[in-house]
């Protein structure tokens, strides 16, 4: 149970072109979702967390205009990266949660390539 | 500033062997504490978890050990194998609120036959 999926799992994308990726919960409703961002051996940074319905709570130091977070049903999130440039070539993961004592549940990632 | 210390950065074991992971934490608001095992390319996937009312927690070859009083909290492998050999996160998070986890920096464990 508490399976999280991501797609694309891997996207190429022009400099300046805006992309999604979409993250959900496949057998359970995720009252909160989280989208973070890994780069090569480091640890993974909270990006932003998204209740069902309200807008996302951004981290300090994540621009919203850029990364744009959509939570649109208790199985579905998105995160639209626009106008996208290199340095936002990363590793993006999502993760769910159905209550908070419940912990977080991980996506395997979408690797993001911006050429 | 990073809430959750987490130590080793890389660790290196023979199979069979124990692997031992340490946290730290300052925040005495947290109260859940998972473990995270990821394998490159992968997201990271709950291990094991242990709230503060309990000294220990044993799910299979891992163990988490919880020291309160002293802020502490580590994860063991017992017979340690290469399929084991993975970056591991320690996190926390606190009771109320959204429950955003605070990461620890990883430790990449590296298990030898």
Redesign the interface.
């Known amino acids: 149970g508490a399976v999280v999926s991501q797609h694309p799992s891997r996207v190429i994308c022009k400099s300046g072109t805006s992309v999604k990726i979409e993250c959900r919960s496949l057998d359970f409703q995720a009252t909160t979702m989280f989208w973070y961002r890994q780069f090569p051996k480091q640890s993974l940074m909270l990006m932003a967390t998204s209740n069902e319905g309200s807008k996302a709570t951004y981290e300090q130091g994540v621009e919203k205009d850029k990364f744009l977070i959509n939570h649109a049903s208790l199985t579905l999130s998105t995160l639209t990266v626009t106008s996208a440039h290199p340095e936002d070539s990363s590793f993006y993961i999502c993760s769910a949660s159905f209550d908070p004592t419940s912990g977080q549940y991980f996506g395997p990632g979408t690797r993001l390539t911006v050429t | 500033q990073q809430q959750v210390k987490q130590s080793p950065q890389s660790l290196i074991v023979q199979k069979g062997g124990i692997s031992i992971i340490n946290c730290a934490y300052e925040n005495t608001a947290f109260d ?1 504490f ?1 473990w ?1 095992q990821q394998f490159p ?6 291990l094991i ?1 242990i709230r503060p009312d309990v000294s220990e927690k044993k799910e299979g070859r891992f163990t988490i050990s919880f020291n309160k009083s002293a802020k502490q909290f580590s994860l063991h492998i017992m017979d340690s194998q290469p399929g084991d050999s993975a970056t591991y ?1 320690c996190a926390a ?1 606190k ?7 605070f ?4 430790t ?1 464990l590296t298990v030898i036959p």
């Open positions: 859940y998972p995270y390319g992968k997201g990271p996937a709950l978890a996160f998070s009771k109320t609120g959204a429950n955003n986890l990461f620890g920096t990883g990449r």
